[in-house]
């Protein structure tokens, strides 16, 4: 057994008990029930809640834990809409290139035997269209996000472009579900539910894709069109 091969079963050795062990805490329900105790401790230690909240949303994302998104809209209802939209950008973005890099580098041989069927589309897509189609896959998921990361790092898409594509791609999508973190941290009572601040929210959370995907087939290069005739 090879050092990087040693080192990529380690990885995911990790990435299964972080995932056994957290992922059953990052509900809303419970994100909800400890939201004036982390509001409380925020007020007293802003800056190490802050730093800590960024260090949590990047191994959410490097690490593939399921929950980045109850995460994000508890950072909306903690730390308001501006400042946890730096937040979540910057640290998901920085976050799935660790996840890019680690594929690339360490879980190689794991990725091509688990994602084989889906890996073709990918590199088939890249070599198509380039970091347009990276940006379409953040704009509109068809992948989960942590299996695109997984996946882009085994194709020729250099890190840095990478990480400046997702960095764009998965911008307007933070921002949806930052603003319906910011309305659901004002519900007190059921009839807030239908509020229409909230409503509107989660109408956008659902238009998204739509608008998106639309706006990706008027707009994409005429030469990717071209080439697929």
Known sequence: MNRKMLFGLILISVMAILVYHFAPYLTLENAKAQQQLLSDYISQHWLTAAISYFVLYVALTAFSIPGATVVTLLGAALFGFWFSLLLVSFASTVGATLAFLSSRYLLREWVQKKFADKLQAINQGVERDGS??????????????????LLMGLSKMTASRFYLTSQVGMLPGTVVYLNAGTQIAEIDSLSG?????????????????????WLMNKYRPQSAVQRER
């Not at 347009?132 to 990361?149: A, E, Q, T």
């Not at 238009?207 to 995907?213: A, D, E, G």
């Open 132 to 149: 347009f189609y990276l940006l379409s896959l953040r704009l509109i998921p068809v992948f989960p996000f942590f299996l695109i990361n």
């Open 193 to 213: 539910i239908v509020s229409p601040a909230v409503l509107l929210s989660f109408l956008l959370l659902g238009l998204f894709p739509i608008v998106v995907k």
